[in-house]
């Protein structure tokens, strides 16, 4: 079975961002032989999100760019076992002022690393991907793993563009791959550039909180920690070459969602500002992740409210290093 056994050595790359941090406190708290861990550490990648299992006898954690070659080599003189690649640029309004950044980090950088699972063959490569590769879905329908590829902004053009390169690779040389996409992760580690931790951020300091046009744009939430139980599930039970939609049941307006935080710190909604949508909107994303359910066996395993708690209560605990580092970037 695919990463059941414990004496292997694995690859995370972007380890040191937001879902890459959640991932390794999972992996390192099983009996994993070697993990190693490449980050850039750019401006979402943190010490902090790191320092709690910096002390594992069985975790390394490399200072590089997967964009380097000269970087991958000094990691890579022999096979890893799995290479999850979780490094990737993923904030759309970036992605929308500097695209060439994002075509660079998220398709040249996935290049370079299967190009090393060539000359040092994995038993497995898992590419994480985003649900924003489907487009805007009308509701009532969701997207299945089968469903056309519709980017509307760079962001998802370059996730895109990494998928099918995964794809290409696993046609022409046999690449042992598999693609995890999944719905809006939150939770403990996420820079506040994305709306949950952005909103908490701003209503602690009684800031205008932005919500896009008139806020209905619709997302579904997943908790980090469900997703990162996923991707072990796919280690355990994936199938080579196969894709897997990654979703929950939490799908709400942005608006709805900005208001439940705001009513949970107890400030009023005055704070919220509506702004000038951002070109290529989508409207809705929406997943079908029931191959998911029947392959993996997995679910989702947190409530809504009481993952939303968690993560509120974890941004208070770190509200000065946040606020201090948006500050510095303004």
Same mark, same amino acid.
């Given at each position: 079975?695919? $990463?059941?056994?414990?004496?292997?050595?694995?690859?995370?790359?972007?380890?040191?961002?937001?879902?890459?941090?959640?991932?390794? /406190?999972?992996?390192? +708290?099983?009996?994993?032989?070697?993990?190693?861990?490449?980050?850039?550490?750019?401006?979402?990648?943190?010490?902090?999100?790191?320092?709690?299992?910096?002390?594992?006898?069985?975790?390394?954690?490399?200072?590089?760019? &997967?964009?380097?070659?000269?970087? #991958?080599?000094?990691?890579?003189?022999?096979?890893?076992?799995?290479?999850?690649?979780?490094?990737?640029?993923?904030?759309?309004?970036?992605?929308?002022?500097?695209?060439?950044?994002?075509?660079?980090?998220?398709? #040249?950088?996935? #290049?370079?690393?299967?190009?090393?699972?060539?000359?040092?063959?994995?038993?497995?490569?898992?590419?994480?991907?985003?649900?924003? =590769?489907?487009?805007?879905?009308?509701?009532?329908?969701?997207?299945?793993?089968?469903?056309?590829?519709?980017? /509307?902004?760079?962001? *998802?053009?370059? @996730?895109?563009?990494?998928?099918?390169?995964?794809?290409?690779?696993? @046609?022409?040389? +046999?690449?042992?791959?598999?693609?995890?996409?999944?719905?809006? +992760? !939150? $939770?403990?580690?996420?820079?506040?550039?994305? #709306?949950?931790?952005?909103?908490?951020?701003?209503?602690?300091?009684? @800031?205008?909180?932005? =919500?896009?046009?008139?806020?209905?744009?619709?997302?579904?939430?997943?908790?980090?920690?469900?997703?990162?139980?996923?991707?072990? *599930?796919?280690?355990?039970?994936?199938?080579?070459?196969?894709?897997?939609?990654?979703?929950?049941?939490?799908?709400?307006? %942005?608006?709805?969602?900005?208001?439940?935080?705001?009513?949970?710190?107890?400030?009023?909604?005055?704070?919220?500002?509506?702004?000038?949508?951002?070109?290529?909107?989508?409207?809705?994303?929406?997943?079908?992740?029931? @191959?998911?359910?029947?392959?993996? +066996?997995? /679910?989702?395993?947190?409530?809504?409210?009481?993952?939303?708690? %968690?993560? &509120?209560?974890?941004?208070?605990?770190? !509200?000065?290093?946040?606020?201090?580092?948006?500050?510095?970037?303004?």
């Amino acid at each position: 079975m695919i $990463g059941e056994e414990k004496m292997a050595r694995y690859l995370v790359t972007g380890g040191a961002g937001f879902i890459g941090s959640n991932f390794l /406190s999972l992996l390192l +708290n099983s009996n994993y032989s070697e993990v190693i861990c490449i980050d850039k550490f750019n401006y979402a990648g943190s010490e902090v999100n790191l320092h709690h299992f910096r002390d594992k006898p069985n975790f390394t954690v490399i200072k590089g760019d &997967i964009c380097k070659p000269e970087d #991958l080599a000094i990691i890579w003189q022999q096979p890893f076992d799995y290479i999850i690649n979780f490094a990737a640029e993923s904030h759309v309004d970036r992605s929308i002022r500097t695209p060439n950044i994002f075509f660079e980090n998220n398709v #040249l950088g996935t #290049l370079n690393l299967m190009n090393k699972c060539l000359e040092y063959p994995p038993k497995l490569f898992i590419q994480i991907s985003t649900d924003e =590769v489907y487009g805007s879905i009308p509701i009532p329908y969701k997207a299945d793993e089968e469903s056309p590829l519709a980017p /509307s902004n760079p962001y *998802a053009a370059s @996730k895109v563009s990494a998928d099918l390169a995964v794809l290409s690779y696993r @046609k022409t040389y +046999n690449l042992p791959a598999i693609i995890v996409r999944s719905v809006n +992760n !939150f $939770g403990p580690r996420q820079f506040p550039e994305k #709306l949950i931790p952005k909103v908490i951020v701003h209503a602690l300091e009684d @800031k205008k909180i932005p =919500v896009y046009g008139d806020g209905q744009a619709v997302r579904t939430w997943i908790y980090v920690m469900d997703f990162c139980k996923a991707i072990l *599930a796919v280690l355990d039970k994936g199938e080579i070459g196969e894709i897997y939609n990654i979703g929950s049941s939490n799908e709400m307006t %942005n608006l709805e969602l900005v208001r439940r935080i705001v009513t949970h710190l107890g400030k009023d909604e005055s704070l919220i500002r509506f702004v000038d949508d951002r070109p290529g909107h989508d409207l809705r994303y929406a997943l079908d992740f029931s @191959k998911a359910r029947k392959q993996l +066996n997995w /679910s989702e395993q947190y409530p809504f409210d009481l993952a939303l708690d %968690n993560t &509120i209560s974890w941004y208070k605990c770190y !509200f000065e290093h946040y606020a201090t580092k948006l500050a510095t970037m303004l």
